[in-house]
């Protein structure tokens, strides 16, 4: 729900002209995290799977902005100016969230008398674990256990815990446990709460809903893959990882990987690698020691 | 009715809409933030007393009258004076202008230059400086004329500043800071201060035991009295006293960096007209009473008057003439002088200046003669044991040096010079070449003033920039200072802080900072409430860069204490013509004795007298400081000595009988008893009490939040770091040209915060941004002072910076100053007719000059411009067609902030100077580093995904994750109560604060945040249950997290990683070179060496001692084992082209040509030839071997010592490993035979 959600986000900014007292690259992170619109967004491709070369009315939303200062007085540019354009899969997937009393959205950033700022923005698919202006939700609660009679927690206080710790605001839901009770170890958590606030992109239900969803995909990916996959263990997976420990000798590092507990020495024992021929495991690499004698013992 | 007056009240909270109206509309009348202000002002007030419009003579007239008149004779210089013309001169008056336009600039309207121009322009903000001077040849009338002494920079804000008394609306349309301080100069750009520096306190006899004394000659001991005597202009001469072994006292003084020794007797006896018996008396006290019986100081006085008899010289005009013998050539003065003129002046220049220095009366050389006396008597007690020594390293025996008396000080040697040494040369060079010309002849009269003075080096005020701008003193006498450099710095604009505590240092001086000992740099209880206990810096400067206390004042002017002595004649203090009998105390105004009074009287007058003070209205100035120090065993001299004049420090402190405001100086305090809160008054004793404890704190201690709960070197490190800070350097950035300057681009006001932070007006220039932070050991990236930041937080903008760079591109050549401005060589733009690559015109517009807003990568250009001559109608023209390019060498990303297009003064000259502002991006990347407000530093090292923190309940994940270990040994617990009363705010959105002192056993500030955390519904230790972000499972402990102000430091890894494979190297030695910019090396020390040796990691070691550095193939003779003795043979028949085939050894080999009987067919070996076309034979057994380049070098430097180094590098030099061969005596023996020796 924090990560994984696919919503849409402006992405790209040209700008075309900018007198405004803010810096281009500044702007372009203002915009990037106006929230958007992202009920659909699911019909939508990503940029990198769409078979465009940038950008198209597929996989992307193109909004544009366009503001002069011509009074003097200064000006405020907010979310409202933002126009979608283009040929878009619905008439609101795009739309900058404008949720105030007033209905201007956010603001954008002001003008000083004559400035002007014009500006074209294209905004993609993309998930909040690449960028958090995608992420649809500000914050969720969780929680279980509200009297903690599992025990997962030691709550540290002073004089009373009881002074101290407020209760749970879903205290109430569970029964409290009683004076002397015995302490359950085999009970598992089984309620939890969770509070979601979203962004604006999504209701929060439609968070709840396309959370489970993403949840659920990832779920069947993992059982597909495990029941696939017999010998070729990471089949769909092809990214960077770490060599598999005793693998046998042909898994592409070349005559079979030691264990990884060896020395480079070889033949473990207490034998050192200047061939051990000495007593022990006394003896220099010279053999000898200068001083007259066999090795070590003289000593 | 008139709208209301600016309010300048403020308290502890947020008051945003306040600020925001007085940031949209900045205030007309005046502005909201006087502190800020008051900070600064001693420097101001200090360059106003130069040039003061009030009437009064300033610093600058005072100084005219010491210089005096100047006399001159005119024909030959060895000719007696008789007959000779004589042309006196003075200075009549100085004068400072505003800043203006130069006359002929002939296009500008506005005539004034204001500093933000200055700046932009990377000039000098600076105004003309004349001077009306009246010469008098022979007895003729005095005749008046007018010399410009060029362009002296003026201080902003000062009187002479287009910006005094600007209100912040007025100050924001000339493209300032609202709040706009002042106090600086403005030289080439860049913003220069003075900075304050501490000196003996003026006009005090300070008792002093240095063993360097004793090297003065023979017979001197350690004991002296050192006065620092000063003049109306500020200008300061300090005499000495020493005590020799035999009882005598000796009067030194340094005149033109020498040394002058001048027995004590003779001094006073040139001062009044006196006789043995009167000086006795004075010394010791009047016949009869218990004094005399004190025959330590008896047989002493005795001798003192004894020795003087050798000089016969009985009456003053005997004794003034024999001081202006001896004195004429050392003084300079003018040959028609008599000696006892000699000596007058002798006493007027040097004796205790500070009682009269010009026309000095016979009642002022009485004044100087008592208190010659006065410091005799004190010397005496000193080597009796009597009184203690002064500490000179103590505040209570100081005062501060401010910049603008500096300046007027080197501004009137430099116009003492220009009439005296420059007039001179100049007269003597105009005689020598015009040999008929006397000063009566007309040819004269035409050239006097102008063409002679052309000739001196009148440009008094480029002398002075050249100070501001190195802070080196140029001085023949020294200006009675101890340092020659260092004296000014630049005021960087960091971010705000760091700007405001530039105004408030105090150096103690550069000397004290090679001392090996370290009894300067203590913190000694006197400095309480004058110099800040905490922001001192740790390292070189510590404890001789201090800071004042946040309250503590600078007088920059001296009261009027004109009435004091009457006062207390009237509290019962003996006039000073009476002898002092018994064992009375001095009274002292301002080192002038006043009068004489009882030891157990003196106390009830000083009582008193601060009494009448501070209720007013008596002639009792509020800033009198009245220094009694009480008789006592042992201790320091008694007296009661007050101070009216400028230079002090005060401190307002609360006087309980009136609970009115009094003015405590640093002499007067530690006699006095100034409780510091309520509680530790201490009836019948305590006088004062504080205005509150947070006064003894300096501007940026102040905000340290809670620095009473820290441990006290986390509160200085913390200053360090509010220091370094990226902040907001000021508002007005679009006229500022700083060579480098950091932003923040989040920047938020801390939710814990002092009310001086509003007071100060902080909060128009953010500093940090409030961060929720965990103490929490996750990950592990989070351990030794690193810390993970949230990447969420950081992809929403959590300590984004920007860096500004001003490059400044100039075509004319700085070196080359004789040429005239006319002679313009170089133009910016393309040339015409010159083929310009695509790429290029894209980066740069039709004007040869970059575009605003364009991205500049390494090796893009940023301007073209073109050589250009005159033609025949004098029209510029190219006549190369070649274009040329500055490159932009940096490897970071830029954007084009601004182009500024600098004209000249004149306004005639084409474009010469541009200067380019860049902006750097700087986004907080791992390696980068953070700091909270309690110097508790760490470096970012991951930026871990927000999906990964922990989180509490509600959701809540920590932008920051410090680990727990960060505090135990550092106890920092300000942090903890921050973090406390931050969450607590964010909870109640109110501002919390933080001013130190605040809570006691008591009344716990745990309970106070506690108590407010657990009505938000929030555990009462701020504690939370957490939740792994990675399983998902809750932590078994709950963690503490809270909401701290977090800082950016401005040291960054982009501008400190270094890599380097292969690069420059050093090319005497083959191994790298250094420093990052150049792409050099990290040096790998003998210590590094010795971590890889004792590792084992045999390799590592040879990669980089060798592989990587000075790694070298050699040739070396086998034989004779030298490096250097090898040469290649060169072939007579190939060219040189021809790569090394063989290489040889000289050493080894034969010269044909001198081997006798030469057989050619029973030579051994090959002929070969060297370069001189020589045949050698033999040397045949050379080698190639793998060195250190420096091994190479050092055998050729041995080799020119005449030390041969020779290698064993054949086998049979090999070390001999395995037995030991047999030897004929066995071990056991030789121990037996040496037991038995």
Redesign the interface.
């Known amino acids: 729900m924090?990560?994984?959600i696919p919503t849409m986000a402006i992405d790209l900014v040209q700008?075309e002209d900018?007198s405004t007292?803010l810096?281009?690259?500044?702007i372009a992170?203002r915009l990037g995290?106006l929230p958007l619109n992202a009920e659909g967004v699911e019909n939508l491709f990503y940029s990198r799977d769409c078979d465009c070369d940038e950008y198209c009315d597929r996989c992307s939303v193109i909004l544009s902005l366009h503001a002069k200062c011509t009074g003097d007085e200064n000006m405020h540019v907010s979310a409202r100016d933002l126009v979608p354009s283009g040929e878009r899969i619905s008439q609101t997937l795009g739309n900058p969230i404008i949720s105030d009393p007033d209905g201007l959205g956010p603001l954008i950033l002001k003008l000083r008398p004559g400035q002007e700022i014009k500006l074209k923005c294209i905004a993609k698919k993309g998930i909040?674990?690449e960028?958090?202006?995608w992420?649809p939700s500000?914050?969720?609660?969780?929680?279980?256990d509200p009297h903690n009679k599992l025990h997962?927690?030691?709550?540290?206080?002073?004089q009373d815990a009881k002074?101290?710790?407020?209760p749970?605001?879903y205290a109430d839901w569970e029964e409290p446990p009683q004076e002397g009770e015995p302490f359950d170890y085999d009970a598992v958590p089984n309620r939890f709460y969770f509070?979601v606030?979203t962004a604006g992109a999504l209701p929060p239900d439609a968070i709840i809903t396309e959370g489970i969803k993403v949840l659920q995909i990832k779920l069947a990916q993992m059982v597909k893959d495990l029941s696939e996959g017999d010998g070729d263990g990471n089949g769909a997976y092809d990214g960077p990882r770490s060599p598999e420990f005793g693998g046998g000798g042909a898994d592409g590092w070349g005559g079979g990987q030691d264990p990884g507990f060896t020395t480079p020495y070889g033949n473990g024992g207490n034998q050192s690698a200047w061939g051990g021929a000495g007593a022990g495991g006394g003896t220099t690499p010279?053999?000898?020691t200068?001083?007259?004698?066999a090795g070590g013992s003289s000593w | 009715m008139a709208p209301a007056r600016t309010d300048t009240k403020w308290d502890h909270s947020y008051n945003v809409t306040r600020r925001q109206k007085l940031f949209q509309n900045p205030p007309t009348d005046r502005t909201a933030y006087p502190a800020l202000q008051l900070a600064v002002d001693p420097h101001i007030e200090a360059f106003n007393a130069l040039f003061p419009r009030d009437g009064k003579p300033g610093l600058i007239d005072h100084a005219l009258e010491e210089i005096g008149t100047k006399t001159y004779f005119d024909g030959d210089e060895r000719a007696p004076v008789a007959g000779r013309n004589k042309l006196t001169i003075r200075y009549k008056s100085v004068t400072l202008q505003k800043s203006q336009v130069p006359p002929n600039n002939k296009f500008a309207k506005n005539r004034e230059i204001f500093p933000a121009e200055c700046r932009e322009r990377h000039v000098s903000y600076r105004g003309k400086l004349s001077a009306v001077m009246e010469y008098q040849i022979n007895n003729d009338d005095p005749k008046e004329f007018v010399r410009e002494l060029g362009q002296l920079p003026i201080m902003v804000k000062s009187n002479r500043c287009h910006l005094e008394n600007n209100s912040p609306a007025l100050l924001v349309s000339r493209k300032e800071e609202s709040e706009e301080l002042g106090g600086y100069f403005i030289v080439n750009g860049i913003e220069k201060i003075i900075r304050l520096l501490l000196m003996n306190r003026r006009n005090f006899p300070l008792a002093i035991i240095r063993p360097s004394f004793t090297g003065r000659g023979p017979a001197y001991t350690p004991y002296g009295i050192i006065v620092r005597s000063v003049r109306p202009d500020e200008t300061s001469q300090t005499n000495v006293l020493h005590y020799l072994n035999d009882g005598n006292v000796t009067f030194r003084f340094s005149w033109r960096k020498n040394e002058y020794l001048v027995p004590v007797m003779m001094i006073l006896k040139a001062l009044v007209e006196t006789n043995d018996r009167e000086i006795f008396e004075a010394l010791v006290g009047p016949p009869g009473s218990k004094a005399v019986d004190n025959t330590y100081l008896t047989d002493r006085v005795e001798l003192l008057l004894r020795t003087y008899k050798t000089y016969g010289l009985y009456t003053r005009s005997q004794t003034r003439s024999f001081l202006g013998q001896k004195f004429r050539v050392v003084l300079g003065v003018p040959e028609t002088m008599s000696d006892y003129e000699v000596g007058t002046e002798f006493l007027r220049k040097i004796v205790l200046v500070h009682l009269g220095c010009v026309n000095v009366t016979e009642e002022q050389d009485a004044d100087k003669s008592k208190l010659l006396i006065f410091m005799c008597r004190k010397l005496y007690s000193l080597v009796a044991g009597d009184c203690a020594v002064d500490n000179p390293d103590a505040v209570q025996n100081q005062e501060v040096l401010l910049g603008g008396f500096l300046y007027g000080q080197i501004l009137k040697e430099r116009l003492d010079e220009l009439l005296s040494v420059g007039l001179r040369m100049a007269l003597r060079d105009y005689f020598r070449r015009n040999l008929s010309v006397t000063f009566t002849s007309a040819t004269f009269a035409k050239d006097f003033p102008i063409a002679i003075f052309r000739r001196t080096n009148e440009n008094i005020a480029n002398m002075l920039e050249y100070f501001l701008s190195t802070g080196n003193l140029v001085s023949q006498t020294g200006l009675d200072l101890q340092q020659v450099s260092g004296f000014t710095v630049v005021a960087e604009k960091l971010n705000f802080l760091r700007f405001i505590s530039h105004f408030r240092m105090i150096h103690r001086g550069s000397f004290f900072a090679q001392l090996k000992t370290t009894t300067v740099r203590k913190l000694l209880p006197e400095s309480w409430g004058f110099l800040c206990p905490v922001h001192t810096p740790d390292g070189s400067p510590c404890g001789l860069l201090n800071h004042m206390a946040h309250k503590c004042k600078i007088m920059t002017k001296g009261v009027d204490a004109s009435a004091v002595p009457e006062v207390t004649y009237a509290l019962g203090v003996a006039d000073a013509s009476t002898a002092p009998s018994g064992d009375d105390v001095v009274v002292m105004l301002d080192g002038k004795l006043i009068g004489w009074c009882a030891p157990e009287q003196c106390r009830s007058v000083a009582e008193n007298l601060r009494y009448l003070k501070v209720e007013g209205g008596h002639g009792v100035p509020v800033q009198l400081e009245i220094g009694y120090v009480p008789a006592s065993r042992g201790g320091s001299y008694p007296g009661l000595y007050m101070f009216s004049q400028a230079s002090r420090m005060v401190r307002p402190v609360k006087y309980l009988p009136l609970g009115k405001e009094d003015f405590v100086g640093p002499l007067e305090q530690p006699y006095m008893s100034i409780a510091c809160v309520e509680s530790d008054i201490i009836p019948g004793d305590s006088t004062h009490i504080e205005f509150d404890p947070t006064n003894m704190l300096s501007i940026l201690a102040n905000m340290t939040p809670f620095s009473d709960f820290n441990q006290s070197p986390r509160n200085m490190y913390q200053c360090q770091m509010g220091k370094q800070t990226m902040g907001t350097p000021a508002t007005a950035l679009r006229h500022r040209t700083d060579n480098k300057m950091y932003r923040i681009q989040t920047g938020q006001t801390p939710i814990v915060r002092a009310p001086l932070h509003n007071t100060y007006g902080f909060d128009n220039f953010p500093n940090g941004m409030n961060a929720i932070v965990a103490v929490i050991s996750y990950t592990g990236y989070d351990m030794d002072d690193a810390m993970i930041i949230n990447k969420s937080a950081h992809e929403r903008g959590f300590g984004h910076g920007t860096i500004y760079k001003t490059k400044k591109v100039s075509l004319k050549d700085d070196s080359n100053r004789s040429r005239s401005a006319k002679s313009i060589e170089k133009m910016f733009g393309f040339a015409p007719n010159s083929t310009i690559k695509a790429s290029v015109q894209e980066q740069l517009d039709a004007d040869g000059l970059p575009f605003v807003g364009r991205l500049v990568r390494e090796g893009d250009v940023l301007c073209a411009w073109h050589t250009v001559g005159a033609d025949y109608h004098g029209q510029l023209i190219n006549r190369d067609g070649i274009t040329h390019f500055e490159k932009y060498k940096e490897a970071e990303d830029a954007f084009v902030e601004e182009v500024r297009v600098i004209g000249s003064d004149t306004g005639t000259e084409p474009l010469q100077t541009i200067s380019i502002k860049l902006r750097i991006p700087r986004s907080p990347v791992i390696g980068d580093k953070f700091s909270s407000r309690h110097g508790q530093k760490g470096v970012c090292s991951q930026k871990w995904p927000a999906v990964d923190m922990p989180f509490t309940e509600s959701g809540m994940q920590p932008d920051v994750i410090i680990n727990p270990h960060a505090f135990p040994s550092r106890m920092t617990i300000g942090m903890f109560v921050e973090s406390l009363a931050g969450k607590a705010g964010a909870l109640h959105g109110v501002a919390q604060d933080c001013t130190p002192f605040k809570f006691s056993e008591e009344n716990t500030a745990a309970d106070y945040f506690g108590h407010q955390l657990l009505k938000a519904g929030y555990n009462y230790h701020g504690n939370e249950p957490m939740y792994s972000g990675i399983t998902g499972e809750e932590f078994a402990v709950d963690i503490y997290i809270g909401a701290v102000y977090y800082q950016r430091l401005r040291h960054m890894v982009n501008d400190k990683y270094q890599a380097r494979t292969t690069g420059p190297v050093v090319p005497t030695t083959g191994q790298p070179i250094k420093g990052r910019k150049k792409g050099g090396g990290i040096r790998v020390g003998e210590m590094e060496r010795d971590a890889l040796l004792a590792h084992g990691t045999a390799f590592l070691l040879q990669d980089r001692l060798l592989n990587c550095s000075d790694y070298s193939k050699s040739w070396i003779c086998r034989t004779c084992g030298s490096f250097l003795a090898v040469q290649p043979t060169v072939s007579p028949f190939i060219g040189k082209k021809k790569a090394v085939s063989t290489v040889r050894c000289r050493n080894c080999a034969k010269r044909l040509d001198e081997i006798e009987d030469l057989d050619l067919m029973k030579l051994e070996g090959e002929i070969w030839e060297d370069g001189q076309g020589a045949q050698l034979v033999g040397g045949e057994n050379t080698t190639q071997v793998v060195v250190p380049g420096v091994l190479k070098f050092l055998d050729a430097e041995l080799m020119a010592m005449g030390v041969k180094l020779k290698y064993k590098v054949d086998t049979k030099d090999t070390i001999h490993r395995g037995p030991l061969k047999p030897t004929a005596v066995r071990p056991s023996k030789i121990s037996a035979a040496f037991s038995a020796a």
Do not use: C, R
């Open positions: 924090l990560a994984e700008i900018n007292v810096a281009d690259e500044f992170h995290m909040a674990k960028h958090a202006k992420a500000a914050a969720i609660g969780f929680e279980y997962h927690l030691d709550l540290w206080y002073e002074k101290e710790w407020p749970s605001e509070n606030e010279y053999g000898t200068p001083y007259g004698g």
